[in-house]
Structures are given as C-alpha cells and as structure tokens.
C-alpha cells in the first residue's frame, strides 16, 4: 500500500500544521517502514491520509440503519433490486463526499448502502495512541471482505438481486477480493491500494479501474499491468482502466468541495463509476 521512502516526505510536503503533528506522522511512517520490511508489503502512506473529511452527523439525505449488524449509510429506494455497495477508505463509513457519491448513485435508480467496516474507528491521524501499525492490524481490508459477503448475504435477504461493489482506497483491496467471487455482479476500484496483479488475475466480475496520474500505490504504470492481465485473461471479464490526469491519489473522495476543480474532476470520477454500474447491474 502508498508507503514511499520516508525521507521523500518533507514538513511541506505534507503539509502538516504544526511541528507536534509533523514528528508524529514521521514516526508513524518509521513504524510502516519496518511493518512492510518485515512482511513484505507495502502499507498505508502520506497519501492515503491527506486532507481527511471533516465529519458531519447530519449529512447526505439518507440515514443510518443497522443492516446485516452493521451500521450502515443508507440512501435511495429500499425496494429497489439493484444495490451498490460503497466501501471506505481510511476515513470511514461518515465522510460527507462519500455520502454525497452515496446519495448520488441513489440518484441513478439503485439502492446504495455504505456500511461501518471499521466499526466506529476510523483512522485518527497524529494520534499518539494509536499507530498505524495497530490500527492496520485490526482493520484489515482482506479481513473486512470476508465480513462483507455476510453483509451482501444480508441485503439480498431484503429483495436485492444485484449487487455492485465500489471501493475507495482502502476499501478497493475489499472491493477486489469481492470481485473474486459470485457475491457481486460488477466492481469498481477508485485509486485501490494493496491491490496486486495476482488479485486482477484473480477478477470473476466486470471491473473497471479508475486511477490517478499522481498515486504512490497504484501509479499509471501499475494500472497499465491491470489493463495488460484483464485483456488477456483466459476467462475474459469485460473491464475498464482509465488513468485521469492533473489529480492525485484520493481525488474522488477526499476532494476540497469548496475548489470547484477539485469538484468537477471527482465528479468525472463519480460519472464513469455509475456508467459501469448501469451497464452491468441495470
């Protein structure tokens, strides 16, 4: 996952506030750094944990229930058969733009839920007591996907007879491992991390892959690896790659919504996400 040589990582470059909070996020990435050389895989990084939401009880149109024993985000019509799951990155089920990609969707005709795979504790940036190192361990994507098929089990219980996953950073590597499986009928990855070629290799479903010109974990060159195995799988699925320039990592999600840019770009993100759903759920 986006974990970058530490010293690539300057006090401006992560913009951080204040010199507390810098020394914190550098040790932090010490800590990842030896995570990842004693595992063998990269972790989270600078990147994914940029210009985290500001939480709002209130928002989005819709409210939260508890389904299949999770909380969960819900928006749109409940007797409509067509469901779209939205998996978080980092940040959690409460982010206000995801609730806005949720409400959005719900727009377009289907029922969409965005369930608390991180059961109350997003990730909490400078916090002392809480390395990322201990927070990963315990909110492992992998981990959560497993949850996430009791969850699908629980909304086709309702009705649901289509389900579409779509997965933001952290949540891409559930949304891929879900891909693997008959539990979905089409997924879309938005900037993934920890997602590898052997996991592509691995799709059963139509994936479409919407990355960043500027990712640390899922960088063009990366996605083109993507797009070289789906075109040659022997089981073909229908897929869809697409690299966006002038963004970074997180564009789609974790968006300024007050930078009118920054808006129109995630929403060229958020447009192409609903095209694949329509065409393969609809």
Request: proline letters at 5%.
């Amino acid at each position: 996952m986006c974990l970058l040589p530490i010293y690539r990582y300057s006090l401006q470059a992560l913009a951080l506030k204040t010199i507390g909070s810098a020394k914190q996020t550098v040790i932090d990435l010490w800590v990842l750094r030896l995570v990842e050389n004693q595992r063998g895989k990269k972790m989270l990084g600078a990147e994914c944990l940029t210009n985290p939401p500001v939480f709002n009880a209130s928002a989005g149109i819709g409210h939260v229930v508890n389904l299949g024993g999770i909380n969960t985000y819900v928006t749109g019509s409940p007797f409509s058969l067509l469901a779209i799951i939205l998996i978080s990155d980092v940040y959690g089920y409460g982010a206000p733009n995801l609730r806005k990609i949720a409400d959005k969707s719900a727009a377009a005709g289907f029922y969409v839920a965005v369930p608390d795979f991180l059961h109350g504790e997003p990730f909490v940036r400078n916090n002392p007591n809480r390395t990322m190192q201990a927070w990963l361990k315990d909110h492992d994507p992998v981990k959560a996907s497993v949850e996430a098929k009791s969850f699908i089990e629980a909304l086709k219980k309702k009705g649901v007879s289509k389900v579409g996953a779509a997965g933001f950073c952290w949540g891409g590597k559930v949304a891929v491992e879900l891909s693997k499986t008959d539990y979905i009928q089409a997924s879309v990855l938005l900037h993934p991390s920890y997602t590898t070629v052997d996991d592509i290799k691995a799709v059963k479903v139509p994936i479409s892959i919407l990355g960043a010109e500027v990712d640390g974990q899922a960088p063009p060159k990366v996605l083109k690896q993507y797009e070289e195995v789906l075109a040659t799988k022997p089981d073909h699925v229908d897929y869809f790659v697409k690299v966006f320039q002038n963004v970074s990592h997180g564009w789609t999600v974790r968006y300024n919504d007050s930078d009118p840019v920054a808006v129109k770009r995630a929403n060229e993100a958020h447009k192409y996400m609903l095209k694949w759903f329509v065409k393969h759920l609809k």
